[in-house]
């Protein structure tokens, strides 16, 4: 695998390309918190089901990010009181290292089908 790395690459008519910092999420992962267990991932190397409260999935990134002032985005949907249930969904930093998402029905939380976070910021 190579690896390339530039401040600039100049445009065929000579003039330069600025880059930018990529906007995409730097973590993501879709989580089965009945089963326990992880569908798909990018920069997490676990998932924890904390005992409390319920429905609590702490997620840890591989390489850490630069603060905890970034975004977390979430959602979350399974089959949970009636067919094809949607739930509220919670996301939050707790550090550099960890962020947290949780499905919730009314003022509860729940282990659910399918429960996604991300987080978008800076990596260290």
């Known amino acids: 695998m190579s690896t390339l790395r530039a401040n600039s ?6 003039g330069p390309i600025t880059l930018t910092k990529q906007s995409a999420a730097k973590t993501w992962c879709s989580v089965n918190s009945t089963a326990g267990t992880i569908r798909g991932s990018f920069n997490v190397s676990s998932m924890t089901d904390e005992p409390s409260p319920t429905g609590v999935i702490r997620l840890t990134t591989t390489a ?4 905890t002032d970034n975004m977390s985005v979430s959602s979350s949907a399974g089959n949970g009181f009636t067919t094809n249930s949607y739930y509220l969904s919670s996301g939050w930093i707790n550090n550099t290292s960890n962020y947290y998402v949780r499905g919730i029905w009314g003022t509860t939380g729940y282990d659910i089908l399918y429960v996604f976070g991300q987080i978008h910021g800076d990596l260290a």
């Not at 690459?9 to 000579?14: A, K, L, R, Y």
């Not at 850490?64 to 603060?67: Q, R």
Request: hydrophobic fraction near 30%; charged fraction near 30%; aromatic fraction near 10%.
């Open 9 to 14: 690459i100049e445009h065929t008519d000579g």
């Open 64 to 67: 850490a990010f630069d603060s």
